[in-house]
């Protein structure tokens, strides 16, 4: 690549300059032209770029057959493809009816420019219908001859034109400027400023046969041409970008920096490339895009060529030479590849390239057709390629039908794109064509075409905001129906929550559909209670059938569904004479279901279960229906666990007042609770009344289930409970005697002489040991309580013969010496109490007992258990507790001793007074020559000050004295305790 400045001289031959009015309209017009021409962007937006309708508006292209490559196989026939495309109407067939051809095309932001071979210039809307531009001129003719090529500037109000006619025309749209210069060969390629109008000097750059790049500006007295480049043939091309020029000559293709006035570089031409007056040069220029760059944030422009087969990509980079420091601009070829076809056109399609692609390099001439049976030459239709920037790998391929496109060469064709839009314009001699990326709309409607519905309303709940053709709720009732259709019903039903969300009308006409297909089970699990809340005859309908055909799926609706939903009186008629019907089967009578058939024959099937979800199914609507005693008589029937929790939810303590035994029965425990924990709604003497039992020597479940009643009143500590203490004496004495001799301890309301007589009755009627030994040990409770000691303890050591037993009981008396003399004197006629008495002589045995007298009076004849060992335990016992008191002894003098000299270590302590302290009473400093007077408590006197206010006039014994203002304090201490327990 080499570098050169281009001759700053003049043309040899200047061409004339001109400055042509079309039209001689008044300047109103130029606002009307303007405001026409926004209205075309505006309304452009509104309507989505809709094709216009026409008969031949879509192109006749292979693509519209869903196929992407002309040449895949069958697999690949359901291949989404990447472009979609539209035939520009509108004016167009008009242009061409009138034997014009195209030649040129621009794309502005807000309209086209097309150039004719007759020399017109057309202002065109996207869709093809001309523009009343130039003061409301349809059509300019700037030129005689074929427009070559044609450039907008950046604002869209200049158009540059050039021609055959060796003429470059820049028009003015929206006023009468015009800007004409002529020249002596035709001119092929031209480009503008992209701020042409905002530039006085008018910078436009032109190029053709004459072999040269001519640079016009405007001066103040005539027009100053600058060659830029010279004597390398035609000049095929131009592009001004920025503050960059290049161009395409026979030779090579060069990039000029307009700033600088310095050429960048230059791109060489192949040897063997093919003819450059045969394929077009195609050049565009990308700003920002990092798809073809680099890590360097220097790189901001890129420069795509495609000429023939060859494409290059290329970026503009800055450095600085070492030695000036001066940083300059050159151009390196990132990607470069060749394809075998040739090249018409070329855009940046995203990551990628778009190109235009017209036959290969071995096409020929087919003069075997039979549709050209003279052998002409017969042109491939051209094709749409997208192909990887990097490698040149195609990734897709349309094959389009242009009108005619038979008779066309490659430079017959004109691929231009509008960056803004993301859309591409194929131009031909009779058709134009626009390519778009398909959108979210596109997408959809190949998958609905494949039906392929699921990913379709995927698709689009993604990306809801992006249709504007589709919408979720109209692809949702395509799938339905899809899913209907296929018996997808549990699919459908879910799909169906999806869908109508809170579309009531939705919802019933999807309910309707499934209820005709008897699938409503499918549907049940979404069914909205709220948001929307249906009719309730919808509910009802539902609850109907499923009560005739699926009692399961009638219960679980029952139990789901808020009561508010459907009537429930309604239902709960129904579901009456459907119990009876069932009742009546299960008991072998006739009867018949919904349908009117006899039930036999029906497709339900009657059992003991289906009998008890319907009775919880009627017990639930009872309760919907404030009818709770009706229901809880059912859960009464069916043993329902829930049963406790509804009496107590709905306050039906009434219903069940004289109901204690079955709720006793149904469940002991739980029903005691609720019995005792509401007393106030159940009184404990209805339920002693229900379950007492007058026979009182036989064990009856009644009677248990009172004992427990009451037991566990009594230990809740409820009032009421003391009434039936004696009962409950009673039934301890029959269940549990264990209980027995605990409650008598505990209880203080009851009778004594009859508990007593209680206790005797039932010691008769007990034959077991363990009952017998727990009344006894309430027997000797109630002696006790009557004051009998000396019986109680006769009974214990005559009855239970427990020696544990009695030294506790007469422990308890409080040591009595008399209860502790019989219990001797019985213990020396039995061997098990003297050995008892032995082994606890340590623990109990006091002042009322000394162990060497009971040892001596034990007869000697009497056979006593290990007396050796229970001596020795006693000797040890005795030693082991003189050695405890001697030890206690030792540490309390060690404590007096210490605590005594700690005092006496205080009292010596010295106390400091300084001279700095003041006298108590009368609040002035001591002096050396005065006697001081100091307590421990740190209050100090002077001796005089003392004397006068203890009134010691005589002296002051220092022996007896203390501190006045601490008695003081003392004495007010002791005032205030003595009115505070006055008080």
């Known amino acids: 690549m080499n570098n050169s ?18 039209d001689d309209d008044d300047d109103d017009d130029d606002i009307n032209a303007r405001d026409t021409l926004s209205s075309i962007s505006a309304e452009r937006s509104d309507a989505h770029h809709t094709p216009h309708a026409d008969t031949d508006s879509e192109v006749s292209s292979n693509v519209d057959s869903s196929q992407s490559d002309t040449t895949s196989d069958d697999d690949e026939d359901d291949d989404e493809p990447l472009l979609k495309y539209s035939r520009l109407g509108g004016s167009l067939q008009q242009i061409f009816d009138k034997g014009n051809c195209a030649s040129a095309l621009a794309v502005a932001e807000r309209f086209l420019a097309l150039g004719t071979h007759l020399g017109y210039l057309y202002i065109l809307d996207f869709e093809g219908n001309i523009v009343k531009a130039a003061e409301k001129k349809l059509a300019l003719r700037p030129h005689t001859e074929s427009i070559n090529d044609i450039c907008v500037d950046a604002s869209a109000e200049y158009v540059a034109s050039c021609s055959n006619d060796g003429r470059v025309v820049v028009t003015h749209l929206y006023g009468k400027e015009s800007h004409k210069m002529e020249f002596a060969k035709p001119v092929k390629a031209v480009a503008i400023d992209p701020h042409y109008a905002r530039k006085n000097d008018k910078p436009i750059c032109s190029g053709g046969k004459a072999s040269k790049v001519i640079l016009t500006k405007k001066g103040w007295f005539k027009t100053k041409q600058t060659v830029l480049d010279e004597n390398e043939g035609c000049i095929h091309a131009i592009k001004w970008h920025k503050n960059y020029i290049s161009w395409a000559n026979d030779q090579a293709i060069k990039v000029y920096d307009v700033a600088t006035e310095q050429r960048i570089s230059k791109i060489s031409r192949k040897e063997n490339a093919p003819r450059p007056d045969m394929f ?108 990887d920037q990097k490698t040149g790998k195609e990734i897709s391929c349309d094959e389009l039908t242009i009108k005619d496109y038979h008779k066309y060469f490659a430079t017959d064709y004109r691929l231009e794109y509008n960056p803004m839009e993301a859309s591409y314009y194929i131009l031909s001699q009779k058709d134009i064509v626009m390519a778009k990326p398909r959108d979210a709309d596109d997408h959809i409607t190949f998958l609905v075409g494949c039906e392929r ?19 979720v709720k109209n692809l949702g009732k395509s799938n339905l129906n899809y899913l209907m259709t296929k018996g ?97 089967i299960v008991q072998g009578e006739e009867g018949t279901d919904a349908d009117g058939l006899p039930v036999s024959q029906s497709s339900m099937r009657l059992s003991t279960d289906s009998l008890d979800i319907l009775k919880n199914s009627l017990a639930l609507l009872y309760q919907h229906d404030g009818q709770h005693d009706k229901a809880l008589n059912i859960y009464f029937e069916l043993g329902q666990s829930e049963l406790f929790d509804y009496i107590k939810k709905y306050n039906l303590f009434h219903c069940v007042r004289d109901k204690v035994i079955q709720l006793l029965d149904f469940d002991e425990n739980q029903a005691i609770q609720l019995l005792v924990a509401h007393t106030d709604q159940i009184p404990p003497s209805d339920v002693v009344e229900q379950l007492r039992d007058e026979e009182n020597t036989v064990k009856s479940l009644k009677r248990e289930h009172l004992m427990k009643y009451l037991h566990e009143l009594n230990s809740k500590k409820v ?98 010496s008399e209860l502790w003399q019989d219990l001797i004197n019985h213990s020396l006629k039995n061997g098990k109490f003297i050995s008892g008495l032995l082994d606890h002589i340590g623990e109990y045995i006091g002042d009322h007992i000394n162990p060497q007298t009971l040892i001596k009076e034990i007869p000697e004849e009497m056979e006593i258990d290990d007396l050796k060992y229970k001596l020795a335990k006693i000797i040890s016992d005795y030693s082991l507790q003189k050695t405890l008191q001697e030890r206690a002894q030792e540490i309390l003098l060690a404590d007096i001793k210490k605590l005594s000299l700690s005092l006496f270590q205080k009292q010596r302590r010295g ?27 740190g209050h100090v006197y002077h001796s005089r000050c003392y004397q006068q206010v203890c009134g010691a006039e005589g002296g002051v014994d220092v022996s007896n004295v203390r501190c006045v203002v601490c008695d003081q304090q003392d004495n007010r201490q002791d005032d205030e305790e003595s009115g505070d327990e006055d008080n």
């Open 453 to 471: 519905y699921e990913e379709a309303l995927q698709y689009a709940n993604e990306h809801e905001k992006e249709l504007k053709v589709h919408s």
């Open 280 to 387: 077009r040069c195609c050049i565009q220029w990308v700003s920002n895009d990092p798809v073809y760059g680099t890590d360097d944030d220097s790189v901001n422009e890129k420069l795509i060529i495609a000429w023939g087969q060859e494409v290059q990509v290329i970026i503009m980079k800055e450095r600085s030479h070492p030695q000036t420091q001066q940083k300059s601009k050159y151009l390196e070829v990132m990607y470069m590849f060749k394809v075998d076809f040739f090249i018409c056109g070329i855009a940046p399609h995203g990551n990628n390239l778009l190109v235009l692609a017209y036959g290969d390099e071995n096409s020929d001439a087919d003069e075997d057709d039979e549709e050209n049976p003279q052998g002409h030459f017969r042109a491939p239709p051209p094709d749409l390629m997208i192909l």
């Open 719 to 816: 009032p009421q409970a003391q009434q039936f203490h004696l009962l409950l004496v009673k039934l301890y004495a029959e269940n549990d005697t264990e209980q027995l001799h605990r409650f008598l301890n505990d209880s203080q309301s009851f009778d004594i002489d009859s508990a007593f007589q209680i206790c005797e009755m039932f010691l008769n009627i007990h034959q077991d040991p363990e009952d017998r030994r727990n009344i006894y040990k309430s027997l000797v409770f109630l002696y006790r309580r009557m004051g009998n000691n000396q019986q109680a303890l006769q009974l214990i050591i005559n009855q239970l013969a427990d020696v544990d037993f009695a030294i506790d009981y007469v422990k308890q008396q409080r040591d009595d």
């Open 911 to 937: 106390l400091r007074v300084s001279h700095m302290s003041a006298c108590v009473a009368c609040k002035q400093p001591f002096h050396a020559q005065e006697q001081s007077l100091a307590f421990f408590c």
């Open 488 to 584: 997808e019903y549990t699919k459908a039903a879910e799909l169906v929550q999806k869908i109508a969300k809170e579309d009531k009308k939705l919802w019933e006409h999807w309910i309707y559909e499934f209820f005709h297909r008897k699938q409503l089970k499918e549907i049940i699990p979404y069914i909205p209670s709220r948001k929307p809340q249906l009719d309730s005859k919808f509910y009802e309908m539902m609850l109907n059938e499923f009560l005739n055909h699926d009692i399961e799926q009638f219960y679980s609706c029952i139990k789901k569904w808020p009561r508010h939903l459907y009537k429930a009186s309604v239902v709960i008629a129904r579901v009456e004479q459907q119990l009876k019907d069932m009742e009546r």
């Open 5 to 22: 400045t281009p001759s700053s001289s003049e043309a040899t031959s200047t061409p004339t300059q001109h400055h042509q009015d079309f």
